[in-house]
């Protein structure tokens, strides 16, 4: 798929995106995908997350419900495309990594688990993402007044 479909594709409707990193990454998340024909990673690679959670290959031919980045270049021009104030560094840092999961990701997240017991709505995932979003403490003024 070429980047303009792809980008065209992944915004069709509602998305989740992350960025992976770590050793050997691009081949690591392949695996874990499967191949992007839903029906041929159904047959030979029925483990896999296409394989599992594609749409039915006879009514959607691009809905395989994941995407990797091919190379390392992709990758970083994805990433800019959806996080564009990213500060790409290829180094791996677990120390930096560590403590930002711990002093910041894990606060949130905690304190999202709390309203999410408290609220105990009938959709509790997409409950959770929209608290995320509107409680993002790396959100700017003007995307909190939003």
Partial sequence: MRYPQLVEHLASGPIVVYVLMKTNCIDEWKRCVGPPNVAFARTYHPLTLRAIYGLDPETSAAANGFHGSDSRLAAHK??????????????LNLDVMMDFIQNVMMPVINKGFGELYKENPDDPLRWFANWIMHNNPNKSESDARK
Wanted: proline residues 7%.
């Fill in 78 to 91: 994805e990433i800019l495309f959806f996080f564009p104030y990213s500060d790409l560094d290829d180094t």
